[in-house]
């Protein structure tokens, strides 16, 4: 017997920024502007004040179930930077930081979370879908997408977003899998926080990693260290260019950790170690980037202080619209669905009218 290889594969593993802020010798031109990192610093602060006002006003029985991202912002912001306002949004629950970089306002996003199917007409990025809940649909949304923007021969890219145990469902492959066959220009980000719920990443896979998944659909695949805000812009930024110019798509497996609950039906004390989230809580992406900027003097107490303020007013305000939206009635989830509502529709509509006026 003769015995050959025919096939090899590998997953680099990208940081720029350690735990402590320090930069690797290579950090990419973007990360030298200051300007840009206090830019990244402040979004991501804005998404952490915005998502503990979101799990507020849902304790308070003013807005449905809200999942949060606390810990795992650098992803959404990092590659919703790297995003132009042509590029397509697939998102899914937790993409609310990839939805704020690509225009979509705090107060559409409250809209949706509340209920009121007017928070997915986006005033500002159009194109982009509204949040996919079911887990790995937006996958196949992204595929389909992209194969549109392809036949239309546009130079645009499609991003989309997923928790790592949502690449066990069979349409993660499946997306995955035509994305490879036909060589659609879109970015498929595996927010992996060790989490999927309660199912720890552990027993979730067998794979070395989660961006190995991209190998068996002949489809590039990424790690980079999701606690590292350069490090997702800069894969972002790899995988969009590519994706732009006829490339193909790109797999990106950002490393983080789950600092809070699934969502907010959800008690993450119940199954995760104390020990191993204090342990988490120092490697979390804004005392990283912090610790960069003051590095190189550009931050300050004073700084903070002062975007603490600003942001807070900006929240506040976002609240104070969602709060003062009038109420949405019954017949809007059929106005939001159809273009034109097909006759047989009609009925339900007027039943609906019917019901929401008792």
Not at 73 to 92: C, F, H, N, R, S
Not at 152 to 176: C, L, N, P
Not at 187 to 207: E, K, L, Y
Request: aromatic share 8%; charged share 25%; net charge negative.
């Amino acid at each position: 017997m003769t015995t050959t290889t025919v096939a090899s594969f590998e997953i680099e593993y990208h940081q720029y920024l350690d735990a402590n802020g320090k930069p690797a010798k290579d950090i990419p031109e973007f990360a030298k502007d200051m300007n840009t990192m206090r830019e990244l610093y402040r979004d991501m602060y804005k998404l952490r004040v915005f998502d503990a006002k979101a799990y507020a006003l849902q304790r308070t029985g003013k807005m449905g179930t809200y999942p949060a991202s606390l810990g795992q912002e650098a992803i959404g912001i990092g590659y919703g930077d790297a995003m132009t306002k042509e590029d397509v949004l697939i998102p899914y629950y937790r993409s609310t930081g990839g939805l704020l970089k690509h225009g979509v306002t705090m107060e559409e996003i409250l809209l949706y979370w509340g209920g009121d199917e007017a928070g997915a007409n986006y005033s500002v990025a159009k194109e982009d879908f509204p949040i996919c809940v079911p887990i790995a649909n937006q996958i196949i949304h992204a595929s389909g997408v992209a194969k549109a923007i392809q036949m239309r021969k546009q130079k645009r890219a499609v991003v989309t977003e997923i928790g790592e145990g949502g690449t066990s469902e069979g349409d993660f492959y499946e997306g995955i899998n035509v994305a490879g066959i036909w060589n659609l220009g879109v970015v498929f980000f595996i927010n992996n926080n060790q989490w999927a719920i309660s199912v720890p990443t552990d027993i979730q896979t067998a794979c070395e990693t989660y961006a190995q998944k991209a190998i068996a659909a002949g489809v590039e695949g990424i790690q980079v260290d999701g606690n590292d805000i350069v490090a997702v812009r800069e894969a972002s930024n790899y995988a969009l260019e590519k994706a732009r110019n006829g490339g193909g798509p790109t797999v990106i497996e950002a490393i983080t950790y789950r600092l809070c609950d699934h969502t907010t039906a959800d008690d993450a004390s119940r199954y995760d170690d104390p020990k191993v989230k204090e342990e988490a809580w120092k490697n979390e992406p804004l005392v990283r980037l912090r610790k960069y900027l003051e590095k190189n003097k550009a931050w300050s107490d004073k700084d903070e202080e002062a975007m603490k303020e600003e942001v807070a007013k900006e929240v506040d305000a976002a609240v104070k619209a969602y709060e003062a939206a009038p109420k949405p009635t019954p017949e809007l989830m059929f106005d939001h669905l159809y273009a034109e509502l097909p006759e047989l529709t009609k009925p339900q509509r007027e039943a609906a009218i019917k019901r929401g006026a008792k």
